[in-house]
């Protein structure tokens, strides 16, 4: 069974860098599938963020990809989430999940999530 | 590009069938066979019901099933259950640089 853990820090200071790791248990990343970021913020809907393959191909959101890296480590079964000048509307749990990008377009196996707060 | 269009909330008794629906456009719900959807109760992560419009996964009950028409898919839950309630969302593929768009979320209620 795939697993997924989100793990880095619950507050994050206005115009920082919010940093997430996602270690995934289970599943080899190097084997395929990729592999993405999902939030919500409190009380509203999903949004995806980005996602990043096994070899290091990333697709991101157009309303955050000038400020967001997803990468990934496959010698730590694990890929990572970079969101730069944040802000209070950032605030959201973020979700790690296995994208099925390319064969059914969903996303199959979550992570139980993490609340980061953007607040100074 | 906004997100698809669910209502926000539908109830039903135990017992009866519901639907719930996701409203797109062609560039999206109309144009692809790629709609999921996903039940999240409170305080817990999205679980994948049904993916592309009709399938369900593993270990899903088979009384969710899932349809669509022109740019509007729906989600059915039939002989509703008390744990059947919790929101449920609707996704579908836009792009591949987009990726992929999600609906506002649908609370159900149980009566």
């Known amino acids: 069974q795939v697993q997924l853990q989100e793990s880095g820090p619950g507050l994050v200071k206005p115009s920082e860098t919010l940093s997430l790791t996602c270690a995934v248990s289970g599943y080899s990343i190097s084997s395929g599938y990729y592999w993405g970021w999902i939030r919500q913020p409190p009380g509203k809907g999903l949004e995806w963020i980005g996602s990043v393959y096994r070899g290091g191909s990333t697709y991101y959101n157009s309303s955050l990809k000038s400020r967001v890296t997803i990468s990934v480590d496959t010698s730590k079964n694990q890929f990572s989430l970079r969101l730069t000048s944040v802000t209070a509307a950032d605030t959201a749990v973020y979700y790690c999940a296995r994208d099925r990008f390319t064969s059914t377009y969903a996303f199959d196996f979550w992570g139980p999530g993490t609340m980061v707060t953007v607040s100074s | 590009q906004s997100a698809l269009t669910q209502p926000a909330s539908v109830s039903g008794s135990p017992g009866q069938s519901i639907t719930i629906s996701c409203t797109g456009t062609s560039s999206d719900v109309g144009g692809y066979s790629y709609v999921s959807w996903y039940q999240q109760y409170p305080g817990k992560a999205p679980k994948l019901m049904i993916y592309e419009v009709s399938n369900r996964p593993s270990g899903v009950s088979n009384r969710f099933s899932g349809s669509k028409s022109g740019n509007t898919a729906s989600l059915t839950i039939s002989g509703l259950q008390a744990e059947d309630e919790a929101d449920y969302y609707c996704?579908?593929?836009?792009?591949?640089?987009?990726?992929?768009?999600f609906g506002g979320g649908t609370k159900l209620t149980v009566l």
């Open positions: 996704s579908s593929y836009i792009s591949a640089t987009t990726h992929v768009i």
